[in-house]
């Protein structure tokens, strides 16, 4: 197996994202995503599903970059699955302190973690 197929292989591991809106210089808002296990990969869009297709992408490379460097890539982190409800195998919740809750549907200006499922 090559080196792209094997990090696309392991970026389908359920990782845990961390969502969040932000505010460019011009004061306009901007959905970020990044990966709790891999510092420094992120990605970023105009809406929150634009920010996460972002990442996805982002997550191969850099799972790639580290295969290539042989260097070790990140488990994903263990999460209950009871502690949410699957839409589209993802669980999404919203941190509040060190507990998770489920996600409301205002989710701006809040961090949402979610884990894929599959």
Known sequence: MDT????EELARRPYLIMTSVEETTDDQPIHF?????MDGCF???ASRDEAIADLRSAIVDFIESLLEDGLPVPEPTKVDSTLGTA???VFTFIAQGKKLQKQIE???DDYVLLAQTT
């Open 87 to 89: 839409t589209q195998g």
């Open 43 to 45: 990605g970023q869009g």
């Open 33 to 37: 995503a990044r990966v709790l296990e």
């Open 106 to 108: 205002n989710y701006q």
């Open 4 to 7: 792209r197929s094997k990090a």
